[in-house]
């Protein structure tokens, strides 16, 4: 146990100081992430995809180390793997699990080659180059896992001179959650030699809640801060008379639902025009291109979530497979995206919940498909609107009364499911994710 701690400490601060080099200067994620959306030389792009990748030679070795160990943990305790342990332990079935990803793949593949189309033709064309002939350099993110922005409308625009900061704490204050504690004591902006992957951390089961970000004032860090303060926000009202034990989420993906709720209204048209405001000439447009937004980044994550969780699932199953070769196959099967001729790189190490966050990344999918449900029981039952009607949700007391009711304060007292039985009167369902975005 010793020797697991140790590596994955080794492993996280190599991720946490690394900065990749781009003609040998050292480059941010930020930097990285702002050539792939705007730069239209190719090779410059490619040089920065390849830069970030750096990290994998880094850290691969020590990785697989730690795979095995947490391997050889697990089945001391009678498990097959660590991948089956995880999912067990967190009061998963393994095969329900597995049953619900295919049958998201299968309800998602159709919809995704459809929209992925629409992206390649439109992306290509900045290039000149032909839609086949798009690589993963070509799009706004490095794992191809947030939708590229395509519409007329740059949602960036929106919040060009505003504080993205002032405006979630605006927000949450205006449906009863307020957050200016959990924001006086968070690191919220850039700093040398500072960890780029933003988190929020309890610190003490009785209200000391933090988040570390690298916020810039654009839709993205809109997004971030969100989905931060709804992780937040659910630690810090959860019950506090409850035993410490009890005084956290009901489940990991029952937090990631409340985060992505949120998350979800910086592409919600009337959330922006509250809160933002929106130009008169904008407004039809952006509410038509924002909702298609959302749909394009809500099915785009479902198909990357599919490599993940494959991934790890195989990972554990034989951690000396080739790797290399069974990252792209999954990119190529769910993402359709050609893998770099002549490429073999640990690419899989580069993303860092493989080493810090293991066998999680379901729960992100789990928590659109709750989060989904959540959003058409508060329309429905809370709001008393229509399934379809569209709501930002700002200045509703109502919500954040529910959210700290039904939601945060139990903390962990009931088994997940119970939970989303009484909070919204029926058991986890796909059902609603794919009406609102399928």
Known sequence: MKKIVFLSTEVENTFNTFRARLDGSPITNNQILDILRHETNVSVRRKAWEAGKEIGHLVVHKLLELVKLRNEAAQHLGFNNYYEMSMILSEQEPREIGQLFQKLADL????????????????????????????????????????PRISEIDLNRCFLNQNVVTLAQKFYNGIGLPPGSILKNSDLYEKLGKEQHAYTIDIDRMGDVRILANV????????????????????????????????????????????????RLSRNADWIDKMAGIPQKW????????????????????????????????????????????????????????????????????????????????????????????????????????????????????????????????????????????????????????????
């Open 108 to 147: 998602t593949d159709e919809p995704f080659k459809n929209l992925k189309a629409r992206v390649d033709e439109k992306l290509s064309g900045r290039f000149g180059i032909e839609p086949f002939e798009m690589q993963i350099w070509h799009y706004e993110d490095p794992f191809f896992q947030e939708a």
């Open 216 to 263: 810039k004032h654009d839709e993205y860090w809109m997004s971030t801060m969100l989905h931060e303060l709804g992780h937040g926000l659910y630690d810090f009202c959860i019950d506090r008379s409850l035993p410490f034990l009890l005084r956290t989420h009901a489940h990991i993906f029952t937090t990631e639902a409340v985060a992505m709720f949120f998350a």
């Open 283 to 438: 407004k039809k447009k952006v509410a038509r291109e924002a909702g298609q937004a959302l749909r394009l980044q809500q099915i785009l994550f479902s198909r990357w979530a599919q490599v993940m969780v494959n991934f790890e699932r195989a990972l554990y199953a034989n951690p000396d497979q080739d790797l290399n070769g069974l990252w792209w196959q999954l990119v190529e099967k769910f993402q359709y995206i050609r893998r770099p001729e002549g490429r073999n790189a640990p690419d899989w190490a580069t993303k860092i919940h493989v080493c810090s966050a293991p066998v999680y990344y379901h729960n992100y999918a789990l928590g659109e498909i709750m989060a989904s449900q959540l959003v058409h029981f508060i329309r429905t039952s809370v709001l008393g609107l229509s399934a379809d009607q569209s709501a930002g949700f700002v200045e509703m007391p109502e919500v954040g009364a529910f959210f700290k009711e039904k939601i945060f304060l139990p903390g962990a007292k009931y088994h997940w499911n119970d939970l989303l039985k009484q909070a919204t009167g029926e058991a986890l369902t796909p059902d609603y994710f794919v009406r609102q975005f399928v």
